[in-house]
């Protein structure tokens, strides 16, 4: 497991997931799919906001509280922070992805990214990188970091969704290029079958139904598939 202090374990990939106190049917649908295939080397927490001083990580259950508001204007400060205590704290893991509770990974399409200067997802607009799947190398999120350090006030003072948000600052300020990765939308009611088979990720949308159950029987239903 991750300890508090700086440890050289071997960590390829290092995932967040955005989540709520009030989703734990989807968080126990995540755990048991596609983070049942993560490598020994890849790990994944949910990231919350608390009204903690410091950030809270507990590796077994894999959560990460960090002391922000837990608020859809503070996904970006919890990013944010997310990456800086991982940075401070764990000193091998090469990728990261930033994602949220509706998105069904295959891990072992993700395997043979760039390890340098490296930006891809889902790409909306040929504007930004989407939420949902937003993966960089990380001397990026290194330069992101000390960037957001120097300028504290561009995050304070952005009117723009955090993926559009970090897209822009990671392509115009970092001047590290987009590239989009092979991702499904999954939005309408077309059968599991008939879904591409070598996405990376699928985007877990409509219909949710109470409690998200929709989404919850789509998370199972694609691991069945392909388990």
């Given at each position: 497991h991750w300890k508090s202090a700086l440890t050289?374990?071997?960590?390829?990939?290092?995932?967040?997931?955005?989540?709520?106190?009030?989703?734990p049917t989807i968080e126990q649908a995540i755990r048991d799919t596609w983070t049942q295939k993560l490598s020994a080397h890849e790990?994944?927490?949910?990231?919350?906001?608390?009204?903690?001083?410091?950030?809270?990580?507990?590796?077994?259950?894999?959560?990460?509280a960090l002391p922000v508001a837990e608020?859809?204007?503070n996904i970006l400060r919890k990013t944010?922070?997310?990456?800086?205590?991982?940075?401070k704290t764990n000193a091998s893991w090469q990728w990261t992805i930033r994602t949220n509770n509706g998105t069904y990974f295959q891990p072992q399409r993700l395997?043979?990214?760039?390890?340098?200067?490296?930006?891809?997802?889902?790409?909306?607009?040929?504007?930004?990188?989407?939420?949902?799947?937003?993966?960089?190398?990380?001397d990026v999120i290194e330069r992101l970091v000390a960037y957001v350090?120097?300028?504290?006030?561009?995050?304070?003072?952005?009117?723009?969704g955090d993926d559009v948000w970090l897209s822009h600052t990671?392509?115009?300020?970092?001047?590290?290029?987009m590239v989009q990765l092979d991702t499904v939308y999954?939005?309408?009611?077309?059968?599991?079958?008939?879904?591409s088979k070598t996405a990376q990720a699928y985007r877990l949308s409509l219909p949710l139904g109470p409690n998200k159950t929709g989404r919850v029987s789509r998370f199972y239903s694609l691991h069945e598939q392909w388990t």
């Open positions: 050289t374990d071997l960590q390829t990939w290092y995932i967040i997931l955005h989540t709520r106190a009030d989703h790990r994944f927490d949910f990231i919350v906001g608390s009204d903690q001083s410091e950030p809270q990580h507990d590796p077994v259950q894999n959560y990460l608020t859809f204007a944010l922070q997310a990456w800086d205590y991982m940075l395997r043979n990214l760039p390890r340098q200067n490296f930006f891809g997802g889902h790409i909306t607009f040929s504007d930004f990188v989407g939420g949902w799947f937003m993966v960089f190398s990380r350090q120097a300028h504290p006030h561009q995050v304070d003072q952005t009117t723009v990671v392509v115009r300020q970092l001047h590290v290029p999954w939005t309408n009611e077309e059968p599991v079958a008939t879904l």
